[in-house]
């Protein structure tokens, strides 16, 4: 399985990004697919992550209502819309895939996720 993020970035706060994650080798249409990001001295954190049919999502908190995970499965593609960018979103994008097939559950933890992105960097200024 490779996943293959981009779309990060340098932009001014309130701005806009979208990332894509592109995948490959596997029945992409089959799992779940989430963002994650990392900063600078930080662990990595959940973002974003989309049940493998696309008609669930769920969110961090600290990005509900500015960020929007979507999936072309046809693309074999996932998409993270950032809107409203603060400077705290600075890090390193993520994308990854869940190991189970047709997964009712959406996990939040970086463990239950079994393939990774290189990572795409964003960076929001001041």
């Known amino acids: 399985v490779q996943l293959q993020a981009s779309g990060g970035g340098l932009v001014q706060v309130g701005g806009s990004l979208r990332l894509s994650c592109a995948a490959s080798?596997?029945?992409?249409?089959?799992?779940?697919m989430g963002w994650f990001r990392q900063a600078p001295g930080k662990e990595r954190e959940f973002v974003a992550a989309i049940r493998w049919s696309g008609d669930s999502t769920i969110y961090a908190d600290s990005v509900k209502g500015r960020f929007t995970i979507s999936r072309d499965n046809a693309k074999k593609t996932v998409y993270l819309q950032m809107n409203s960018l603060k400077s705290e979103d600075t890090a390193v994008y993520y994308c990854?895939?869940?190991?189970?097939?047709?997964?009712?559950?959406?996990?939040?933890?970086?463990?239950?996720?079994?393939?990774w992105g290189q990572g795409t960097q964003v960076t929001v200024s001041s």
């Open positions: 080798g596997r029945t992409f249409s089959n799992y779940v």
């Open positions: 990854a895939t869940d190991p189970i097939p047709y997964a009712r559950a959406i996990s939040r933890l970086p463990s239950s996720y079994d393939y």
